[in-house]
């Protein structure tokens, strides 16, 4: 049997990992597309910071690893696949034939249609290449821009201070991670990083970038507004890298659609991590979950049925935890709420306090929470069990810090 799996990010690795050890003989060829090993992005923040070097983002530490494992590697792109004769185009003219094909492509990131996006001093920080283009440039005292205020902008955040520069942000949203924070929990970590030396500008755009007088960048706002710059960083979202599947079978939403097994529309090909769209775990509604524990689990679950080994996955679940320049910030699951829910939404701005429950009846459907870090996976449990509470249900809404205390009550009841 022939496996190909594209993509040699976390899922693509763990994919073949799992592959390896349950189909002992098979062929596997593990593709990435970047001059440099199999590596994580969410470590780049932390090379930025200095607190490690390249070598440092590699999922696998051992050169010999994958060779030791009998995973052929190659790097190239995929350009096409060919779903009924079983073969991948690569950018090198190439092709290779599969009997079992796993998309794990990943994503790119969003650079919007602003005039000026292209100058040499704007970049996006998703690569290794990037990481070095923003180390050349964000040197102490630099001027930098940061446009979006998401996850993965305010990963970059902290490493973009601990490098000294004069940093601005600037969010379309009303607040900072407003696709994981509620308005009241995303306004508090405005407030925190602002007073962490950071300026934050909300409900703004970049409407054009251009070369400046006396700075390498003029960067104009929506509202008017002009910055000067050494260095704009774009982190607007990302996008799962889907392209080379045009004119096949395989169903494309936002991302590829799969089922609870991670299989495609066509039988034998699957997909995971970033670039799969599968079902939620609550409403069953297809939603692409961008987090590296997820792309684990899908990988899994793909390459076990890649090997004929049926394996299911119970449910995507949303999980989000940021580090926001020492502000612990949380969300799980439907944290915005779901139609006829109730809720309940306690915060302490004071002590940096904050948490929000969601519930579908009795059973917690979402939760959002500021630094109550010790024991906030008792969270995560209630919601992905489907935990129904029943008294606690009230309590909850009386007191929702007493979490923990009904996650506890509710094991003993399924002991």
């Not at 932390?46 to 070097?53: F, M, R, T, V």
């Amino acid at each position: 049997m022939n496996h190909i799996i594209l993509g040699n990010g976390p899922a693509g690795v763990i994919a073949a990992e799992t592959l390896r050890r349950a189909a002992p003989y098979d062929d596997i060829l593990l593709v990435g597309n970047e001059d440099a090993p199999p590596y994580s992005r969410m470590a780049i923040p932390y090379l930025l910071e200095g607190n490690i070097d390249e070598s440092g983002t590699y999922l696998r530490k051992m050169p010999s690893h994958f060779d030791e494992l009998h995973v052929r590697q190659l790097r190239a792109r995929a350009v096409a696949v060919n779903t009924e004769k079983g073969t991948v185009l690569f950018d090198d003219g190439l092709f290779e034939d599969f009997d079992r094909l796993l998309i794990a492509t990943g994503s790119h990131p969003v650079r919007p249609p602003i005039p000026g996006i292209d100058l040499p001093e704007v970049h996006t920080c998703w690569t290794l290449e990037d990481s070095r283009a923003i180390a050349a440039l964000a040197r102490p005292g630099s001027r930098v821009l940061q446009l979006g205020a998401g996850f993965i902008g305010c990963i970059i955040m902290e490493s973009l201070v601990k490098r000294g520069v004069h940093l601005t942000v600037v969010e379309m949203g009303d607040r900072m991670v407003p696709r994981m924070m509620t308005p009241q929990a995303g306004g508090m970590i405005k407030r925190w990083v602002e007073g962490q030396g950071v300026r934050v500008v909300t409900r703004a755009g970049v409407e054009r970038i251009e070369a400046g007088g006396s700075s390498p960048l003029t960067v104009t706002l929506t509202t008017g507004d002009q910055i000067d710059c050494d260095l704009l960083i774009v982190a607007a979202g990302v996008a799962p890298n889907v392209a080379f599947l045009e004119g096949t079978s395989v169903h494309v939403a936002k991302g590829v659609l799969v089922d609870d097994a991670m299989e495609t529309s066509v039988p034998g090909i699957f997909a995971a991590g970033d670039v799969a769209e599968a079902p939620d775990l609550f409403s069953g509604r297809h939603l692409v979950a961008a987090i590296q524990p997820n792309a684990a689990d899908q990988a899994r679950v793909a390459a076990l049925n890649m090997a004929g080994q049926p394996a299911r996955m119970k449910g995507v679940l949303a999980i989000n935890v940021l580090d926001s320049l020492g502000m612990i910030s949380s969300s799980f699951g439907e944290w915005q709420g779901v139609p006829g829910g109730d809720g309940v939404e306690q915060a302490d701005e004071g002590f940096g306090r904050y948490i929000s429950l969601q519930f579908d009846g009795d059973v917690l459907v979402g939760a959002t929470a500021i630094g109550l870090t010790d024991h906030v996976g008792a969270l995560r449990g209630l919601i992905q069990g489907r935990t129904r509470l029943g008294i606690w249900k009230d309590r909850l809404m009386a007191t929702p810090t007493r979490f923990v205390e009904a996650y506890i009550a509710s094991q003993q009841v399924i002991g």
